[in-house]
């Protein structure tokens, strides 16, 4: 089955322990990226890669690292979290198509990240 | 500069007919999709339009004027499990930039 997935889908921690949240996808996509989710200020853009080894900084980056070492595989990583980084986060890949252009991006189930 | 505007919240009754709109001011446009997002769960894909005019997918439907950027998102026979956000998102000019996503209109369908 095609998918998008994310590990863990929920988490409690304290702040300053560093975590990291693993996104998969086995659709051969070139673009992953990553999402946060507040409310009332919608889905803002963290991290995103266009292939391997290429990634770029989103609306949000403070606060995150990424990396992009395997076509399918784009963890973020917190090295500090803190409270304010208490957000429903969802993880994102898309195909580029025969044109060059992005198609539809397909979503990870979401990992629900509290930070005490 | 980027800027994708939808009504925050609306409220329709079962069996009728709603239209969400969506206004853009983006560097450039290159497609407009069309997400559904029920609470907690991932957005998924509802429609995609990059020409003017409908494009039309069983009760949804989606409608794209470039010239005025603006779209909307039309939803027939509504049914209780409609209750959802909609984001509207515009891919740029440069169609390998990331997606420009509005903050979502929250759906309500009542009895």
């Known amino acids: 089955e095609a998918q998008v997935t994310q590990n863990p889908r929920y988490l409690i921690t304290v702040t300053g322990k560093k975590l990291t949240v693993t996104c998969s996808q086995n659709m051969n996509h070139e673009y992953m990226s990553w999402y946060r989710q507040d409310p009332g200020l919608g889905l803002r853009q963290i991290y995103y890669s266009m292939n391997v080894e290429v990634t770029d900084k989103g609306d949000v980056p403070e606060g995150y690292k990424v990396s992009r070492k395997e076509k399918r595989n784009f963890p973020l990583i917190l090295e500090s979290p803190s409270p304010n980084q208490t957000s429903l986060y969802f993880c994102?890949?898309?195909?580029?198509?025969?044109?060059?252009?992005?198609?539809?991006?397909?979503f990870g189930p979401g990992t629900r990240l509290t930070v005490l | 500069g980027q800027n994708i505007d939808q009504p925050t919240e609306m409220t329709a009754t079962e069996g009728a007919i709603v239209q969400i709109n969506c206004t853009y001011q983006t560097s450039g446009f290159n497609g407009l999709f069309w997400y559904q997002q029920h609470a907690g769960e991932a957005p998924t894909f509802l429609s995609y339009?990059?020409?003017?005019g409908l494009e039309e997918k069983g009760r949804f439907s989606s409608f794209l004027s470039r010239s005025k950027g603006y779209s909307y998102l039309l939803l027939k026979e509504l049914q209780m499990k409609d209750s959802a956000s909609y984001l509207c998102?515009?891919?740029?000019?440069?169609?390998?930039?990331?997606?420009?996503f509005g903050k979502g209109t929250r759906l309500s369908v009542i009895a």
């Open positions: 994102a890949s898309s195909l580029f198509g025969q044109t060059g252009y992005m198609n539809e991006q397909f």
């Open positions: 339009n990059v020409l003017d």
């Open positions: 998102a515009v891919r740029p000019l440069s169609g390998n930039t990331p997606l420009v």
